[in-house]
């Protein structure tokens, strides 16, 4: 995709794409900025184990879990048989990783504070092959691939190449391999689809109601966790769990900072919940649709990246 800039209000000038010549040097622009880009809290870099060397290990905090990333300059590697080691390295190793987190970290983590069905890998690089995007047309693959391009302005652009519409589970091809078999054995790609099915008719269409209305206030993304479905600008700025007679929803905000007149967010502070965040709101109707969004346009405030 060209990119111009604007010169005197009316020509284009054309951006010119700088290219990383390292890996390392994409790598060390990812450490610094892992929260910004990704939301992840950086543990380790090139973090060594059993003949395996990961370039960085990150912690997803909203999920509980641990999250792979690779960096490639090269494109001689496959995007399922790297991503499926790195994963089963890990599961056989949970011990080891929990380790590594509590001697880099300031937070002390537990074996129980780790959710390790939601694990994942990350793969950067400058480009990929049609092949390896292919590759990753399933609908529940814990592989994701990131496209970053530089260019000569000091911009920097991270794209995540998106599966087209896939339909398939990764399970088809599981028996083939006795990594990936054991892998999907334990963890799991949710989808927006089972959430939606644990509804009624009413609360399904009440959360496509609500769904389209947020996707309009921003370019928010949309990402299925294992309790909830998370919007995402940055960080989680709206949860939602689907109930049978009602949509559950958590906005991230600390105590004390929502307006809210009609108090009807209620503050889970001090009590477990799934979502992120301090207030929640049961929503059964769509009457109040308007006020609530005026809620959460007040978490996106806050969290957008």
């Known amino acids: 995709m060209a990119l111009f800039k604007i010169e005197n209000n009316e020509r284009l000038e054309n951006i ?33 184990l059993n003949n395996f060397r990961i370039d960085t290990l990150a912690f997803d905090n909203d999920a509980g879990t641990f999250v792979i990333i690779e960096y490639k300059r ?3 590697f496959s995007v399922i048989d790297q991503g499926y080691a790195y994963l089963s390295l890990m599961l056989n190793n949970k011990a080891d990783f929990i380790l590594e987190y509590n001697e880099n970290s300031k937070e ?4 129980n504070d780790v959710d390790w069905s939601q694990s994942r890998v990350i793969f ?9 995007k292919e590759a990753i047309n399933f609908k529940d693959l814990p592989i994701e691939l990131w496209e970053i391009k530089r260019y000569d302005n000091q911009t920097v652009n991270y794209n995540q190449i998106k599966t087209s519409g ?8 599981s028996r083939q391999d006795e990594a990936i078999e054991k892998v999907t054995k334990e963890i799991k790609v949710y989808t927006e689809e089972e959430h939606i099915e644990k509804g009624t008719e009413e609360t399904k269409e009440l959360y496509e109601t609500l769904k389209s209305a947020i996707l309009n206030l921003d370019e928010l993304e949309l990402k299925p966790k ?12 709206v949860d939602i ?16 900072d929502l307006d809210d007149p009609k108090e009807i967010a209620r503050d889970v502070s001090s009590v477990g919940h799934w979502g992120n965040g301090d207030y929640e709101i049961i929503m059964r109707t769509d ?6 969004l005026s809620l959460i346009k007040q978490s996106l405030k806050k969290n957008k990246r």
Not at 23 to 47: A, Y
Not at 108 to 111: A, E, G, S
Not at 241 to 256: D, P, R, S, V, Y
């Open 226 to 237: 294992k309790k909830y479905i998370a919007f995402v600008s940055g960080s989680n700025v």
């Open 74 to 76: 090269d494109k001689n």
């Open 16 to 48: 010119k794409e700088q290219p990383f010549k390292l890996e390392k040097d994409i790598q060390s622009l990812t450490e610094k900025n892992l929260k910004s880009i990704f939301g992840l809290d950086f543990v380790k870099s090139e973090f060594s």
């Open 124 to 132: 950067i690089s400058p480009s990929f092959t049609t092949y390896q």
């Open 166 to 173: 896939a339909q398939e589970s990764v399970k088809t091809i």
């Open 108 to 111: 002390t983590l537990k074996r």
């Open 241 to 256: 769990h689907i109930q049978k007679n009602a949509l559950k929803i958590w906005l991230n905000m600390q105590q004390g």
């Open 287 to 292: 009457e109040e649709l308007e006020y609530i």
